[in-house]
């Protein structure tokens, strides 16, 4: 830890979104005020780190140099960790999470094998580690280390070379090599150039970014560095959602170490390089991940996409020479730097290198980052890292890229995670949503969740995805309120392929994936839909009934749980659900303990 | 293939080798082969938005299609610009443009003339398979010159480009975004309320009929009916000029004795010429600069000075002036314009003559103007008794409709001349109607009053044409060297007079036209025709052809030499800037609000100081701009500011955008379609308590719809609403990062987790309590 840091323990608590929001920052709190109560001030300090991925098993702290990590904590175990612990020297049992190394590269800690066993950390390998506020912590895992090796021992076009060698990809979702976009940039004649990282994280269910900045901003600031170096720029933007304030005030607290240290700012580590770079907010447009809208966006303006060519790196922001990457690629750049593009390329497949950061979320045990190696099968993510589905159901589909993304059912579990095979699945990569879905869900209605988020993020620029989108939610409603004809579902491919094909950018033109791809893989459940009007799934409200059996004793608990008081029946008797009035919510369903309500 | 050389591109389309110059994009090398790809938002004199996606096409090797408007061409390049699935595509295109259209093309202005409808039939568009809602706006007919209709509008955004890449105005945005994107000026304000000029490119530019004309023709037929009144009608020099184009004439014909004809078919009693008070506004006008530099020298030049003396014909360029360069007000001429000198003699001196009062007559002029429609309507422009001069303007295209609905066979009509003594005209008069022809026209008489001279060739060339933005002119008269200065559209105008601003020209008199090729191409002129774009400036030549040919075929070609001109200052008015003369002829200017924003003019201490509402925010609104000022790309600190805005005021309120309009110089109707098209920016009060659902995708697959629907239900309102009392607004969050404990929401800051539907009430209640107990507490969030 912290090279300044004599004390002989450190409790980190982590404070990122999930675990403050369950106690964690109480917890925190009162870990101060019990350590000094018990005059270890002087040998024990308290820290805050960024999210480590459990968020699941929050709030979650870890004891250094113990390495033993705790998890589900409330803010009164406070008082056990300091006294059990700390002082007499016997760690919550009850509280720890399952001791175990994990063979990763870049340091050696973290319990849970589960979790953790199977991931390997690059860009995230400081996340939950360091104190992202403090820039002698990560000094002292080798930060900035690639910056000084890049500025001193390499020309610009040796780090380019390096990029190309590592065989790193975008991890935006285009997946376009990375090395060549720099390249491209760098051989243009210009007199400025830009560098921005894209952090404006859109895709609903997708936090990447956002604990990886949290968790460790100076790796995103010295990656752009580096790519400033790279491509002759002096300047750089960061472009993130003001949805993250967390995320921005670390930025803000890194950029102002970063210059202090003359990391950034002009003549880094005295090389003569300039570097500097700049916060801007971005406000709620998930379109502004698309390139050239991000870039109007800075530039102030609607933040709407434009045709390419010419691309960024050739005109981009002011007209200018700009690589843009998003944050998970740029943290990628001091690690292909230190270790090697040999080492890189190493891990992965033949055309996908590197790892790959997953949100996962949805209906499994672990919800939380991972990161894995490219290559990883979906079973291995879904059921080995993030232990398998919630309540023992079975799995029904994945869903990767958010909104641009498609699902994936079972059946291809055993695809390994990288670009091609999951486009030659009718799914892409993306920016690492993974959703986890189970027989509960209808196939239809994620489908129109999709659709309804692009339609309200089309910037309504092109006519195929402003209209398109439009028509196609249309569609979808209709099939799930059971008023869809099955020639529905071909007007949908048609309608699909239209927007896929015709749109301006990359919104529109994966916005007809998800259905698209539920279509090709759940066809019968859109039929189910239309023909014999039913959702398989029971999610589809206008397409279920709710009745009471003869299993009903009259004990008038549904009839006290409806909001709309439909349900009516003498006490002891059998009651009956007024068809004309219930809303379907289901409540009487919950209710009832003796399986009298049914749904169809 | 042969080797790329000299700048040149060699490829095939639709397997024809063509080779065309680098940077071509592929639709004009599609022309090269004699292919015109079907389009829409393309124009090209505009930006390239590359947005309705009519125009794609397949090129070999690239993932999806290209639209060919913004592709550029390639070496070695394989272009298919049809396929069946290009057909199909395309077609689709246009069915999702007309889905969201009225279907009411039978009963629609634009009926046989609209570009949309044009496109579908092309494309053969036959059935209609995508049908659903559709787009509902409120109409805007409060401006007397453009009324405005979102429901026809087809987002191809040539009138928002239009209106602030050629006329510089802005009036314009696309706000909002995706399916609710609507063309709007600031604020959804009517056009009446707007810097909008009522120059009417929007109309001309529009391919369906979202913007139009307000309409007078049936007041007009009303009229015509009506025996107790004696009718009397003008018309611009550019109508004869450009109204055969409507029926069928190809353009540059003049149509001058043809429309005499028709309009005395259509029952007017008296046909008069605005030439002649063209003629007559010469007259005054090369007086009052003659006068100007008389009393002045040549030197006494800049803003607010006498010189350069500035046109005044241009009904949309003095409204532009008023609100944009209101510091320019001394320097314009104080002539009414033709039209209005025109209108003012018919109930003064005519109907004297003729024994009427001004309430027996009804005088209509027909122009080629939509402007017009608001000059005629200026309280400035009435007579004594509050009444206006000219009842009525109907523009080229009305009264086109007019004749083709009487039947009238135009084309064939026996030419008739005008009546007189207002119908007889010069060849200076008639040049009026194209840009340089006022500058050409005045210079000739100036010549004529400073030396009592005639000049010896009246041709002044360097002031004609339509290409040139702008022309420079140097003319000895009496030994004086005056410099002029002529140019057309509004945006154009902006560059003239920054220039003059800053010193750069040493200019006397300038002409301004606010229409591009002057009122040839003014904004009630009949639509382009099949072949071709609006603006056209080969459409444009040949209608100013038209009027270069009446001038030539003269025989008298100055102002002053006009006999009627004559016997009017003999009888009537005395002579040039008599005290009667002022009466009739003259006006004057005044500041019009809001006032106009020019990008990049920067603001004077003066305006300053006043434009800062006392409310202490604004205070600090504008030390955060201040403390950008100077910055490289000032203008991109533009959503720093409005988050900022929406720090101190809770939203971003109106106020707020007129002040960083000002300060920041930046046109409202971009700040609008900014704040607009980002969510995080409310454009209206939220409440004490803000609801956000998550509806991230793990929040949903947990039920977060469910939630919302309860929010919905309970509060009664929807995502963007805000409740009567203030107390809760409700908004839909994407993914605030906590999945692992989805379904989740927030009221401001507060994260509930793990929600279910029956707790809704619950969190409803207990907000609720608080207002209970905080009693009347004004809304803190609010100033968050």
Redesign the interface.
């Given at each position: 830890m912290s090279k300044k840091n004599h004390k002989h323990r450190v409790v980190a608590v982590c404070l990122g979104p999930s675990c403050r929001k369950k106690g964690g920052q109480a917890l925190f709190d009162n870990l101060k005020v019990e350590i000094q109560r018990a005059h270890l001030s002087e040998s024990v300090e308290v820290v805050e780190t960024g999210c480590r991925g459990l968020c699941a098993r929050g709030p979650v702290a870890h004891v250094y140099p113990d390495n033993i990590t705790y998890c589900r904590l409330t803010p009164n175990d406070a008082t056990r960790i300091v006294q059990g612990h700390l002082v007499s020297g016997h760690p919550m049992e009850d509280k720890v999470s399952h001791a175990d190394r994990i063979a990763n590269r870049s340091f050696r800690l973290f319990g849970d094998a589960r979790f953790f066993g199977k991931q390997l950390r690059l860009t995230l390998r400081n996340c939950g580690v360091i104190d992202p506020e403090n820039i002698d912590e990560y000094l002292a895992v080798r930060g900035y280390e690639a910056l000084a090796k890049s500025l001193t021992g390499m020309k610009p076009e040796e780090v380019i070379q390096a990029m190309r060698d590592s065989g790193l990809r975008g991890r935006g979702g285009g997946g376009f090599p990375t090395g060549v976009k720099w390249n491209f940039a760098a051989t243009q004649k210009a007199d400025t150039k830009y560098i921005i990282c894209n952090a404006d994280e859109g895709d609903p269910g997708a936090f990447m970014d956002r604990s990886a900045i949290e968790g460790d901003p100076h790796t995103i600031l010295e990656g752009m560095a580096i790519g400033g170096y790279a491509i002759g720029a002096h300047q750089g933007y960061i472009y993130i959602r003001a949805e993250y304030p967390l995320a921005v005030k670390r930025l803000e607290i890194a950029l102002e170490q970063a210059r202090a240290h003359n990391l950034i700012g002009k003549d880094i580590l005295g090389s003569g390089f300039d570097f500097d770079i700049e916060v801007r907010l971005g406000a709620g447009a998930f379109v502004c991940g698309e390139e050239t809208a991000l870039i109007h966006s800075i530039e102030g303006e609607r933040g709407t996409p434009r045709p390419r060519p010419p691309y960024p790196s050739v005109e981009g922001l002011w007209g200018k020479p700009t690589v843009i990457n998003n944050v998970e690629t740029w943290a990628n750049v001091p690690v292909i730097i230190l270790d090697g593009p040999e080492w890189f390329a190493s891990i992965g497949t033949a055309d996908s290198k590197g790892t790959k950061v997953f949100a996962v979320a949805g209906k499994v045990r672990n919800t939380g980052l991972v990161e894995v190696p490219m290559g990883m099968t979906l079973r291995e993510i879904v059921y080995d890292v993030a232990g398998g589905v919630e309540g023992g159901r079975s799995l029904k589909a994945i869903q990767t890229g958010g909104p641009s993304g498609g699902c994936i059912p079972a059946q291809y579990l055993d695809t390994p995670v990288d670009y091609e095979s999951l486009k030659g699945i009718g799914s892409i990569m993306g920016s690492g949503g993974l959703i986890v879905m189970d027989e509960t869900t209808c196939m239809v209605d994620v489908a129109k969740y999709f659709l309804e988020f692009t339609m309200n993020e089309s910037c309504g620029k092109c006519t195929p995805c402003r209209e398109g989108t439009k028509r196609m939610y249309e569609i979808l409603e209709r099939i799930t309120s059971g008023r869809g004809e099955e020639h529905d579902i071909e007007l949908l491919e048609e309608l699909g392929e239209t927007v896929k094909f015709a749109s301006l950018c990359g919104l529109g033109q994966t916005a007809p994936n998800p259905i698209l791809s539920t279509i090709r893989h759940f066809r019968d459940e859109y039929v189910a839909h239309t023909r014999q009007k039913r959702c398989p799934a029971g999610v589809c409200t206008q397409l279920i009934t709710y009745e009471i059996n003869d299993a009903c004793i009259g004990c008038g608990a549904c009839a006290r749980k409806c909001p709309v008081k439909c349900i009516s029946g003498e006490t002891r008797k059998l009651h009956t659900i007024d068809q004309s009035k219930c809303i379907k919510c289901g409540e009487c369903f919950a209710a009832c303990r003796f399986d009298a309500v049914t749904r169809s | 293939m042969s080797e790329k050389k000299n700048g040149q591109v060699n490829l095939i389309i639709d397997g024809v080798r063509v080779t065309v110059p680098e940077g071509t994009t592929i639709m004009h090398a599609a022309e090269v082969v004699g292919v015109k790809v079907p389009r829409l938002c393309y124009h090209p004199y505009l930006s390239?938005?590359?947005?309705?996606?009519?125009c794609?096409v397949e090129v070999e090797g690239a993932p999806?299609?290209?639209?060919s408007c913004?592709?550029?061409v390639a070496e070695g390049m394989n272009v298919r610009t049809t396929s069946p699935?290009l057909r199909?595509?395309r077609r689709?295109?246009v069915e999702?443009?007309l889905?969201?259209h009225p279907e009411d093309c039978q009963t629609c202005e634009r009926d046989g003339n609209c570009e949309l409808q044009r496109l579908a039939y092309q494309l053969g568009v036959r059935e209609r398979?995508?049908a659903?809602?559709k787009k509902n706006y409120k109409s805007d007919y409060k401006a007397p010159g453009v009324i405005r209709d979102p429901n026809k509008c087809?987002?191809c955004g040539r009138c928002v480009r239009v209106c602030g890449e050629v006329q510089g105005i802005h009036t314009l945005t696309?706000a909002?975004?995706?399916?609710?994107?609507v063309v709007v000026p600031t604020f959804e304000r009517s056009l009446a309320d707007s810097v909008c000029s009522n120059c009417g490119q929007c109309i001309n530019v529009c391919p369906t009929a979202a913007f139009l004309e307000n309409m007078n023709y049936d007041e007009v037929w009303q009229k015509l009916s009506d025996p107790h009144v004696t009718k009397v009608a003008q018309f611009a020099p550019s109508v004869r000029a450009a109204i055969g184009e409507a029926f069928g004439i190809p353009p540059g014909a003049n149509m001058e004795g043809q429309t005499v004809a028709a309009l005395r078919r259509l029952g007017f009693d008296y046909v008069f010429d605005t030439q002649f008070t063209a003629d007559l506004t010469i007259m005054e006008e090369a007086n009052e600069l003659v006068n100007r530099i008389k009393a002045h020298g040549t030197s006494d030049l800049g803003p607010g000075k006498p010189l350069p003396m500035l046109t005044s014909c241009s009904s949309a360029w003095m409204k532009f002036v008023e609100q944009f360069y209101p510091e320019y007000i001394p320097n314009i001429s104080s002539c009414k314009s033709p039209m209005s000198m025109q209108g003012a003699l018919i109930k003064s001196y005519w109907a004297e003559k003729m024994g009427l009062g001004a309430q027996d007559i009804y005088s209509i002029a027909a122009m080629c103007c939509t402007a017009k429609k608001y000059e005629a309507a200026r309280e400035e422009l009435r007579d004594e008794n509050g009444l206006p001069y000219v009842d009525a303007v109907i523009t080229t295209r009305e009264l086109a409709w007019m004749i083709k609905s009487m039947g009238l066979d135009f084309a064939n009509l026996e030419p008739e001349e005008f009546d007189n003594p207002l119908g007889e005209s010069t060849g200076a008069g008639a040049i009026f109607g194209a840009t340089g022809g006022v500058m050409e026209a005045a210079v000739r008489t100036a010549h004529q009053m400073l030396t009592g001279e005639e000049m010896p060739d009246v041709n002044i060339e360097a002031v004609r044409g339509v290409t040139g933005a702008i022309k420079e002119a140097s003319v000895e008269i009496a030994g004086i060297t005056i410099n002029v200065a002529v140019t057309h559209g509004m945006g154009n105008a902006i560059k003239l007079l920054e220039a003059v601003r800053r010193g750069e020209k040493n200019v006397h008199f300038i002409e301004i036209m606010g229409c591009p090729g002057g009122c040839i191409g003014g904004g009630g002129q009949p639509y382009a025709g099949q072949d071709a774009v609006p603006m056209d400036r080969e459409l444009m030549a040949k209608r100013a052809s038209a009027l270069y040919g009446i001038d030539k075929a003269k025989e008298h070609r100055c102002s002053h030499q006009n006999e009627h001109i004559q016997k009017l200052y003999d009888d009537y008015l005395e002579k040039p800037g008599s005290h009667r003369a002022h009466k009739l002829l003259h006006t004057h200017y005044r500041q019009h609000f809001p006032h106009g924003v020019i990008p990049g003019r920067g603001i004077d201490g003066n305006q300053e100081s006043c434009i800062r509402p006392s409310d202490p925010r604004f205070l600090e609104l504008e030390a955060f701009i201040n403390e950008r000022k100077g910055r490289p790309?000032e203008?991109?600190?533009?959503?720093?500011v409005?988050?900022k805005a929406q720090n101190l005021f809770g939203y971003i309120a109106e106020e707020a955008v007129e002040y960083i309009a000002t300060k920041m110089q930046?046109p409202r109707s971009?700040i609008y379609?900014?704040a607009t098209?980002?969510?995080?920016?409310s454009l209206s009060p939220r409440g004490q308590f803000r609801v956000s659902v998550c509806?991230?995708?793990?929040c949903?697959?947990?039920g977060a719809?469910?939630l919302a629907e309860e929010f919905k239900r309970i509060l009664g309102i929807d995502f963007g609403g805000i409740t009567a009392d203030s107390v809760f607004s409700l908004e839909c969050?994407?993914?605030?990062?906590?999945?692992?404990?989805?379904p989740v929401l927030m009221v401001n800051d507060e994260?509930h987790?793990r929600v279910t539907?029956?707790q809704v009430q619950k969190i409803v209640d207990q907000y609720q309590e608080q207002i209970g107990k905080s009693g009347s507490r004004e809304s803190e969030t609010a100033a968050r």
């Open positions: - | 390239t938005p590359g947005a309705c996606r009519v794609v999806g299609l290209v639209a913004a592709f550029p699935k199909q595509i689709n295109i999702l443009q889905d969201n398979k995508f659903g809602e087809i987002l696309v909002h975004r995706g399916f609710e994107s790309h203008d991109s600190e533009l959503i720093p409005l988050h930046i971009k379609g900014v098209f980002y969510h995080y920016f509806m991230g995708t793990a949903y697959v947990k719809g469910d969050a994407r993914c605030i990062g906590a999945c692992g404990q989805a994260v987790t539907v029956p």
